[in-house]
């Protein structure tokens, strides 16, 4: 096996006018998976999963445009784009087919890159997501969100983001809360803003799921007020071949508040399809 690296060595590659930072670490003859993270965080969210891949599988984990590390450039942002970001990603690592694993937002990106690039994704992990478009309802608390962002600034906004993101039990546990929030306080104002419209901007992925035809598993944390089980359990009913587990003691962010749990699921998925 020829080694990429053994330790997560911090690189940057630049597509559509903007640098993006990634890390790219496990042996380069495995198979590929690619880590999408949630708004508004960065590759950090990842670590618990990471630590658990790398030695069985290529792991490559990004930054979108206007997040953790990478640069926010115009600030003006389409779903479209964020897709293309990360195809030319797989581009870059000469990556011709990869596992997609997006938590929320990173769900959206890993929907619709696999509906229009359907050769390029051998298997799909949907977390805490939705393939639903954003309701009225979701735009309006959007633009409350850019509002707040732009007249109170970031760590306002995180304070509250993360009160409402984690499971109910783990708001007394600082560790956790506080972890989250050092994840959004680093992103800068316009990047999420610029974030927030492409969110509010996205397509509605349900009519493409019953065309999906790669092994797919769906998880989702037993108290996610922001994409809840519901919406999972949706997207299970139509998607061919795929599989639901309902990650318990954990909110929005279940790779995170159950890395246990979470991880357990996605070796087993993992080993199911591709160690066999
Ligand atoms: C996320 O975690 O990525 C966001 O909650 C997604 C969203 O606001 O739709």
Request: proline share 4%; hydrophobic share 40%; aromatic share 6%.
């Amino acid at each position: 096996m020829s080694l990429v690296s053994q330790v997560a060595d911090p690189m940057y590659f630049s597509t559509n006018g903007t640098r993006h930072y990634y890390i790219d670490v496990g042996a380069s003859s495995a198979p590929a998976i690619v880590l999408i993270h949630g708004f508004p965080f960065s590759n950090e969210m990842w670590q618990p999963q990471i630590d658990a891949l790398k030695s069985r599988y290529r792991v490559v984990a990004y930054d979108l445009r206007g997040q953790g590390n990478s640069e926010v450039g115009d600030g003006q942002y389409t779903l479209e784009l964020l897709v293309d970001d990360l195809i030319a990603l797989l581009d870059h690592l000469g990556i011709q087919r990869a596992i997609l694993c997006g938590l929320s937002m990173g769900g959206y990106v890993a929907l619709r890159s696999t509906e229009r690039n359907t050769d390029r994704v051998a298997a799909l992990i949907l977390c805490d997501t939705t393939s639903e478009a954003d309701s009225n309802e979701t735009k309006l608390r959007r633009a409350a969100a850019i509002k707040t962002i732009k007249q109170s600034g970031v760590k306002s906004y995180g304070e509250v983001f993360v009160k409402g993101a984690l499971a109910p039990r783990d708001l007394d546990e600082g560790d956790i809360s506080q972890r989250v929030e050092n994840l959004i306080l680093p992103n800068q104002a316009l990047g999420l803003c610029g974030t927030l419209l492409a969110l509010a901007g996205r397509t509605d992925t349900t009519s493409f799921l019953p065309k999906i035809q790669v092994p797919t598993l769906i998880l989702v944390g037993e108290s996610d007020k922001i994409t809840p089980p519901d919406l999972s359990r949706r997207m299970q009913s139509l998607i061919p071949n795929s599989e639901l587990h309902v990650v318990s003691h954990a909110g929005h962010l279940s790779n995170m508040e159950n890395p246990k749990e979470f991880n357990n699921r996605l070796m087993n998925f993992l080993q199911k399809h591709f160690e066999s």
